[in-house]
């Protein structure tokens, strides 16, 4: 297991940025440059030390973003950018694929993966398990189910990692499990997610914890799905070390 994930604004080797975008009045747009690290800093103390820039000073591809349903101006997500462009780079060089199973992240994993030019050489698919009914149609059967298996945990994300590289005959599966917000039924908190990574090609299991701290739902499905993409990403560049 690859440890806790967390949020703070301060420079870190290998951290990944969250770039948030609040839309005002000419002139008074406001970008809040969120980051990757350990330790588990929770909101308060994030909004403390969060530095705030005019977005006309991020790059022109940067301030296009992607707009949230609900939310007041736009969310800006280049964290998810950043890994989907190195994984996309690592799989064309080796002839690998993904395919990915994903939940609380909503498709974001799967979308982000597909925004990179020439992805149809490795991206082979990727299915939102959101329900019971999800699991049985698309992902049961690929592999043993473990016993008493059950949602937003680190057996259900490996599981759905090496469920959907076993289903589609990918080189590297994608797992996510969490709870975007509220409280799920079992009672994890809201910004609790276990990511997970497997391959066919050789015994790599690898998860990563990740819990927020916030019940920001939107915000909570883009950092799960960060998690994940930087978690492959990782392990692609620690096997080709």
């Known amino acids: 297991m690859d440890g806790q994930l967390g949020l703070s604004a301060t420079s870190a080797d290998r951290q990944m940025a969250i770039y948030l975008v609040f839309l005002g009045a000419p002139g008074r747009n406001r970008t809040y440059d969120l980051r990757f690290r350990k ?20 790059p022109t591809r940067v301030q296009r973003g992607w707009n949230w349903p609900g939310h007041t101006g736009g969310m800006i997500l280049d964290a998810l950018a950043a ?29 982000a993966l597909l925004s990179v030019p020439g992805a149809s050489a490795y991206y082979l698919g990727g ?20 016993s008493r298996l059950r949602g937003a945990t680190e057996a259900f994300a490996l599981h759905l990692a090496q469920s959907a590289a076993v289903k589609l005959g990918a080189t590297w599966g994608i797992g996510e499990a969490g709870a975007a917000g509220p409280s799920n039924p079992y009672g994890d908190p809201a ?42 990403a990782e392990t692609l560049e620690a096997a080709h070390s």
Do not use: K
């Open 39 to 58: 330790p588990l800093l929770y909101p308060t103390e994030l909004r403390e030390r969060v530095a705030l820039e005019p977005v006309d000073r991020l």
């Open 83 to 111: 890994p989907a462009l190195r994984i996309g780079a690592l799989l064309r060089e080796r002839g690998a694929t993904v395919a990915v199973a994903e939940g609380s992240a909503g498709g974001l994993i799967s979308a």
């Open 127 to 146: 299915v939102v398990v959101y329900t019971p009914a999800a699991y049985r149609a698309w992902m049961a059967g690929a592999v043993e189910t473990p």
């Open 191 to 232: 910004g609790h997610c276990w990511v997970a990574v497997a391959s066919t090609a050789g015994p790599t299991d690898v998860t990563r914890h990740l819990l927020t701290g916030n019940d920001d739902r939107p915000a909570n499905m883009a950092m799960f799905a960060a998690a994940a993409l930087e978690l492959l």
